[in-house]
């Protein structure tokens, strides 16, 4: 296929770049094309991370092993990679111990043998054992098979996690011999790139927080005129204490949400607004529940079809188009359209080209303020799927956060990379756990 370019400002200082870079590409000592075994691979990680036998290269390119190498130094974290043959010059039993123990640095230890892959960690000081399994899990069912595509999402995902500094790279004399001329030059055009790139990302930003705005400010109206058709006066003789302080709660989460959402600079700070949105819906529905004499409310997260419905009662069972179902958490009045045969209410945003769309079909744009209502642990098991679970499924997609669901939610099984559904390995390097390939700790990965 070929490219057209277009020619801009910046042309020249990226055609100077992409020279430069390849000059000093040239300069810099790569690993052994040629070598085979565990002596070999721990040599060559032990300089550049990364080692690919010569037998993959039809599966695994020079060009992407040279891009993951790049990848691996630049995070400037103990992260350790293998591409080896299903070989007996690589025996499953004790892999992973035997590298370790050859490379003799801890961290964790990424291997691909054969059409399968697997990583663990030398500890839980590096990173949780159960985070490096799901990391690598989820990139091998994501990728289908290419090598290139899973490791490249590992690392990425692996980098955000993993504790500690990357080994010292080993150097070339060739490296003193580039000219200084050079390596101004090549400061300068990667200067300019980068605030090229610094101002894309700028306007990119405000142009995702002006459509975000929109919908967030239609939320904060309709929490607020439910407010205004609450008839509830906090110095009637039947407003006890628990009622004022639902009511009152329910007021400071409105005022919260539209401080915060004043002040916005970026797309990620409408996460607490939603956040404050929820929290105040929920106060509203303890209060019903006291005043009409029924059980409080469960805590529960929004109606998943639209979170302006308030709290949801229950779960349904839901499928995106095309999708596998799963049950997704929806208020009383949805519950009843679907086990009616009806399509539940569900709320439609704006798309970039001006179209209309349920807000899990609309982008990663919309991913901070599902993410609000919803919590990191919830959301990505409720949008596989759909346009937004796909985003949030990119490799370094800047969503997700550490902390799991919100207050009082249990992940459950939307639990993500940090849960471990086999619990009971060991955290130390080495052992039958950390055997092989192919047997029943790895059975969860594929195949």
């Not at 980068?194 to 109206?221: P, W």
């Not at 349904?316 to 399509?343: E, L, N, Q, Y």
């Not at 559904?421 to 029943?440: I, L, Q, T, Y």
Request: net charge negative; with cysteine; proline share 7%.
């Amino acid at each position: 296929m070929r490219t057209v370019l277009r020619r801009s400002r910046a042309a020249g200082p990226a055609a100077l770049l992409a020279v430069l870079l390849g000059l000093l590409t040239v300069l810099v000592p790569a690993a052994p094309a040629s070598a085979s075994g565990l002596n070999d691979a721990a040599d060559a990680m032990k300089r550049v991370q990364l080692y690919v036998d010569p037998s993959m290269s039809s599966r695994f390119s020079a060009e992407q092993a040279e891009g993951l190498a790049k990848k691996l130094k630049d995070v400037d974290k103990p992260i350790y990679v293998a591409v080896l043959p299903d070989s007996e010059a690589y025996p499953t039993k004790n892999l992973f111990v035997d590298l370790r123990t050859k490379v003799g640095a801890a961290g964790v230890y990424a291997i691909w043998r054969g059409d399968q892959f697997q990583a663990q960690s030398s500890g839980p000081e590096v990173l949780d054992q159960a985070t490096a399994r799901n990391l690598a899990g989820a990139a091998y069912r994501s990728n289908g098979g290419d090598i290139g595509a899973t490791l490249n999402e590992f690392v990425d995902g692996a980098a955000e996690k993993v504790e500690g500094d990357g080994p010292q790279h080993s150097t070339s004399i060739a490296w003193v011999l580039v000219p200084v001329l050079l390596v101004v030059l090549l400061g300068a055009g990667a200067l300019l790139l980068v605030r090229r790139a610094r101002r894309r990302r700028e306007e990119q930003a405000r142009a995702e927080l002006a459509r975000l705005r929109t919908v967030v400010d239609e939320d904060i109206t309709a929490f607020g005129e439910e407010l205004d058709r609450l008839d509830f006066d906090p110095g009637a003789p039947d407003a006890d204490d628990d009622r004022r302080t639902d009511y009152t709660a329910a007021l400071d989460a409105y005022d919260r949400a539209k401080r915060t959402m004043d002040a916005a600079e970026r797309p990620a700070d409408v996460r607490p607004v939603t956040e404050a949105l929820e929290q105040g819906r929920f106060a509203l529905a303890t209060l019903a529940a006291r005043r009409e004499g029924r059980p409080l409310p469960e805590r529960r997260v929004p109606c998943f079809f639209d979170p302006r419905h308030g709290p949801s009662t229950t779960d349904v069972p839901w499928a995106p188009p095309g999708g596998a179902p799963r049950p997704v958490p929806a208020c009383a009045d949805d519950a009843a359209r679907i086990s009616g045969g009806r399509d539940p209410h569900v709320r439609t945003v704006e798309t970039e080209d001006g179209h209309h769309q349920p807000y899990w079909n609309a982008g990663p744009v919309y991913s901070p303020w599902a993410g609000g209502y919803f919590g990191g642990g919830l959301l990505p098991g409720l949008l596989v799927g759909t346009v937004l679970g796909s985003a949030l499924a990119t490799p370094g997609y800047a969503y997700a956060d550490d902390q799991g669901g919100g207050d009082g939610q249990d992940g459950g099984e939307y639990a993500g990379d940090d849960f471990d559904p086999g619990a009971g390995g060991g955290s130390d390097f080495g052992g039958d756990d950390f055997g092989g390939f192919g047997g029943d700790d790895f059975g969860g990965f594929g195949g």
